[in-house]
């Protein structure tokens, strides 16, 4: 008679005659794996484990280093605000402004040594430049 052994809600099971053990991981045990093609705005939202957006939600990828462009934070759904570092004091103003700055999360250089993650911007970290990312989720 084979041995069989099986724990669902654990990360491993071995086969009927227990010679071959085979570990899986969850995806809440899984850590973010950068892969150079990925769109730093998909980089930065797996870093922060949190989905884009929704079957029912748009979502605005914005140039936030020009002022012109602010105005697509007044659209509806989950707003991308790329190379923000430039203009960043003016764009927290802003946010504040429009009742979003408690929904927006930065991350700056994303998947790099400096890589720095701020989940509230009243308190900005010193050197957020160029490859500086903001996600406002509604």
Same mark, same amino acid.
């Given at each position: 008679?084979?041995?069989?052994?099986?724990?669902?809600?654990?990360?491993?099971?071995?086969?009927?005659?227990?010679?071959?053990?085979?570990?899986?991981?969850?995806?809440? @045990?899984?850590?973010?794996?950068?892969?150079?093609?990925?769109?730093?705005?998909?980089?930065?939202?797996?870093?922060?484990?949190?989905?884009?957006?929704?079957?029912?939600?748009?979502?605005?990828?914005?140039?936030?280093? =020009? =002022?012109? =462009?602010?105005?697509?934070?007044?659209?509806?759904?989950?707003?991308?605000?790329?190379?923000?570092?430039?203009?960043?004091? @003016?764009?927290?103003? /802003?946010?504040?402004?429009?009742? =979003?700055?408690?929904?927006?999360?930065?991350?700056?250089? %994303?998947?790099? @040594?400096?890589?720095?993650? %701020?989940? @509230?911007?009243?308190?900005?970290?010193?050197?957020?430049?160029?490859?500086?990312?903001?996600?406002? /989720?509604?």
């Amino acid at each position: 008679p084979s041995i069989g052994h099986t724990k669902l809600a654990g990360r491993f099971f071995f086969n009927e005659t227990a010679t071959t053990e085979i570990y899986t991981l969850s995806l809440r @045990d899984a850590l973010p794996i950068l892969i150079p093609g990925v769109a730093s705005f998909s980089a930065v939202a797996a870093r922060l484990g949190v989905s884009l957006t929704t079957m029912e939600e748009p979502l605005h990828i914005l140039p936030a280093s =020009q =002022q012109a =462009q602010w105005e697509g934070l007044t659209l509806p759904g989950t707003k991308v605000l790329m190379k923000s570092g430039r203009n960043l004091k @003016d764009l927290v103003e /802003k946010l504040a402004e429009t009742g =979003q700055l408690e929904q927006a999360v930065l991350v700056a250089n %994303c998947g790099l @040594d400096q890589e720095m993650v %701020c989940t @509230d911007l009243r308190a900005l970290p010193e050197g957020a430049g160029y490859y500086t990312t903001i996600l406002v /989720k509604e």
